[in-house]
């Protein structure tokens, strides 16, 4: 292993967040809320590879170590080890997440960081590593999809001169219809949440997280004010809603659902642009709406709507036996798509439960 690469474990490691605060490329994915909700509900464990910014060999005391990071990354990959009876035992950058760039602008030490990651994940019986970031020069990804960022800097008169004519139409159709939304962050608001959550995921035919999930959402990050839940009502039923985290000056949309059955209130448009006007007036620059698959062009359609920045996020697949970095991924197949389209709800609830540890 190299002498001056550590590896961490952000969940026990005292002002990990505070830390992150002065790194380049750090979002919300990279605090140790998100660290927690992985662990804690699927059981993955956190191996950060970190290069400090003061030199310290690895294997150095834990006061030399504590030191040498406590002065800050000159660079920095998070992984989780992920053990499957089903996919395997691998290292993913990070699980559920979107994207998750490396901190630190010098290739040249992230490269030395990802030699000291084949290395581990060799010692430890990985069978392939998955990064997802932005670009790696010369290597085709495993999958692409498109990434949406919308710059909040503009003020909002501007960003709403920016919507598509058809959304501005529709934030005014719902406010006409007496659809009412706010903001929340009770557990009242998650189960709400989670029932339209439960909903749209049938519709899209695939399984919910498990409420689990959303539970550790809820301990770690919405009670600690660094998410929040946006609902929209109309007669007093909650008929759309939107979870939102935040990191510093960034802020993500993690994930929106709606009642199909009121889809002609457009209250789902009136979520989204609460939480932009929000994150607006509270000083944040950008607020980032995911990933894409390149196959679905009504969810892209509805995203650049909103005057967003386009982008392809790549991810890649480093296989340790063929030492090589290789195409394919696990997206879920039409046919799937179909069958759990039929299922009630409860019984997709259930394949959820038992699916998303083993999918990361």
Not at 150 to 159: C, R, S, Y
Not at 177 to 199: G, N, T
């Amino acid at each position: 292993m190299h002498r001056h690469v550590h590896i961490l474990n952000p969940i026990d490691y005292p002002g990990w967040d505070e830390l992150l605060a002065s790194s380049q490329n750090c979002t919300f994915y990279h605090t140790s809320a998100w660290a927690k909700v992985l662990c804690e509900t699927y059981h993955y464990r956190p191996v950060y590879f970190a290069l400090p910014r003061t030199n310290c060999p690895s294997n150095s005391g834990a006061t030399e170590a504590t030191t040498a990071i406590s002065a800050g990354f000159l660079a920095m990959v998070p992984m989780m080890e992920v053990r499957s009876i089903f996919t395997g035992r691998r290292g993913v950058c990070l699980p559920f997440t979107d994207q998750c760039e490396y901190i630190g602008a010098d290739g040249f030490q992230v490269q030395d960081l990802l030699d000291c990651v084949k290395e581990y994940a060799r010692q430890h019986h990985w069978g392939y590593i998955e990064l997802r970031w932005g670009d790696y020069p010369d290597v085709t990804p495993a999958m692409s999809f498109y990434g949406h960022l919308l710059d909040l800097t503009v003020g909002i008169e501007q960003l709403f001169s920016r919507l598509r004519h058809s959304v501005r139409t529709n934030i005014r159709k719902a406010v006409r219809q007496d659809v009412k939304v706010s903001i929340h962050r009770s557990v009242e608001a998650l189960k709400k949440y989670y029932r339209l959550h439960c909903i749209g995921r049938k519709r899209h035919g695939l399984p919910p997280q498990p409420y689990c999930f959303f539970e550790k959402v809820y301990e770690h990050i919405i009670s600690k004010n660094l998410g929040f839940i946006v609902l929209a009502y109309h007669r007093g039923k909650s008929i759309a809603g939107a979870m939102f985290f935040a990191f510093g000056d960034r802020a993500i949309c993690k994930f929106a659902a709606s009642d199909y059955t009121y889809q002609h209130l457009r209250a789902n448009n009136l979520v989204i642009w609460e939480a932009i006007k929000w994150y607006t007036q509270h000083g944040y620059r950008s607020l980032c709406f995911g990933r894409t698959e390149m196959g679905n062009s009504g969810l892209r359609r509805f995203k650049m709507g909103w005057g967003m920045d386009e982008r392809i996020l790549n991810y890649y697949r480093y296989d340790l036996q063929r030492e090589a970095f290789v195409t394919g991924g696990q997206l879920v197949k039409t046919a799937y798509r179909n069958v759990f389209r039929t299922m009630p709800v409860p019984l997709l609830r259930l394949c959820g439960s038992i699916l998303y540890k083993h999918v990361g």
